[in-house]
């Protein structure tokens, strides 16, 4: 199967779970934004988690279908269609030869995964297919998908048509309709921030700015106050999620696409589902601050991997239930019999109702 490429939307990207291994040579890692909707997104379609997909931001590509597969987009609702058939997200569709797909406009989130069965099949580098595309590596040629690109689906044998219209339950599933809380996981430099600084950081609402990008989330709101020692410190890791406060006081969320060393206070990092959260929400959008502890995080990334799988199974189950035909009429029986209880004899009628 192929994709072809009539409109590019907004920023359309391939990307797979990211370029692990190549931070300390100054490589950024990039990946996907909404790690959860990719891996969530592969196993419904049948692929590993890490199979690369299309990231679609905003406002979705048009794509005209070469071949055969299943498709299933994940993440955001952005008015998912096929053939102007309104699909939405989550749910898995059979796509043949001279289908078109299709999208409306973001109702909830703001960022999705167009995962097909076989996964994005574009060249490696470096061990991944991801874009990182500020120094054009990876995914189609270092860039944003344009009209008139051709890009290949792997391989993916056989498949069941049976999958079409299969769709996790809701439980597993990320909700993005609520207003964010970004849980803070205390860091090393916690102690470069006053006591009246951090209370500012805890107790404040800030809005989500324009300038936010792939690389990071910028945030307008009160100043969060440093020590006398100010907010420069010897350039050290940034890891995904890392809440960067530098000397204007405003915090900057480190994302997918972030450099691999900073030299800013960082307060500490976003836990697993507020980094999700934070992929999701728009510009001008509001959202707190909280502190977290080590056990939430990780009962947050646990719980993620479980959703994955739990939507790997029900996929197997979906696909392997029995065929469902038209039940043949059911034939009303009538039975006559006689019993014995206790020495006497009892005369019985049985009827079908």
């Known amino acids: ?39 969530i997104g592969n196993a419904i379609v049948g692929n590993c988690e890490g199979a690369a997909a299309l990231e679609v931001t905003v406002i979705g590509p048009e794509i005209a279908v070469e071949g055969e597969g299943v498709v299933v987009f994940s993440g955001a609702e952005l008015g998912f269609s096929v053939n102007g058939r309104r699909v939405g997200s989550w749910t898995a569709s059979c796509v043949k030869d001279g289908d078109v797909l299709t999208f409306s406009a973001p109702v909830r989130g703001c960022r999705g995964y167009l995962c097909a069965l076989g996964g994005i099949s574009v060249p490696l580098v470096m061990g991944s297919r991801s874009t990182y595309t500020r120094a054009k590596i990876g995914g189609y040629e270092g860039r944003a998908l344009k009209a008139q690109d051709v890009v290949e689906v792997g391989a993916c044998g056989f498949f069941s048509k049976r999958i079409d219209g299969f769709r996790p339950p809701d439980e597993i599933l ?3 309709s609520a207003a964010p809380e970004l849980r803070i996981l205390p860091g090393l430099q916690e102690d470069a921030f006053t006591e009246e600084g951090l209370k500012t950081l805890f107790s404040s609402e800030y809005e989500v700015s ?14 969060v106050q440093h020590k006398e020692a100010g907010a420069d410190i010897v350039s050290d890791a940034i890891p995904l999620g890392a809440v960067q406060i530098p000397g204007h006081g405003l915090p900057i969320a480190m994302l997918a696409d972030r450099q691999t060393t900073g030299g800013y206070t960082k307060v500490g990092v976003l836990t697993p589902n507020s980094i999700q959260a934070l992929a999701q929400v728009m510009p001008k959008a509001r959202v707190r601050f909280a502190r977290a502890t080590m056990e939430q995080a990780i009962e947050e990334l646990t719980a993620a991997k479980a959703a994955a799988w739990k939507a790997r199974q029900l996929r197997a189950s979906w696909i392997s239930r029995p065929s469902c035909s038209a039940a043949a009429p059911v034939k009303k029986v009538a039975a006559d019999f006689r019993i014995t209880v206790d020495g006497k004899s009892y005369d019985v009628k049985c009827e079908e109702i």
């Not at 192929?2 to 990211?18: E, M, S």
């Not at 324009?210 to 100043?223: A, L, N, T, V």
């Open 1 to 39: 199967m192929r994709f072809k490429v009539i409109k590019p939307g907004l920023l359309t990207t391939v990307q797979d779970l990211g370029r692990w291994g190549y931070q300390s040579s100054g490589v950024p890692v990039a990946g996907a934004m909404d790690l959860s909707a990719l891996r």
């Open 174 to 176: 990320p909700d993005y």
């Open 210 to 223: 324009g300038e936010s990008d792939r690389m990071g989330c910028r945030f307008d709101g009160p100043k």
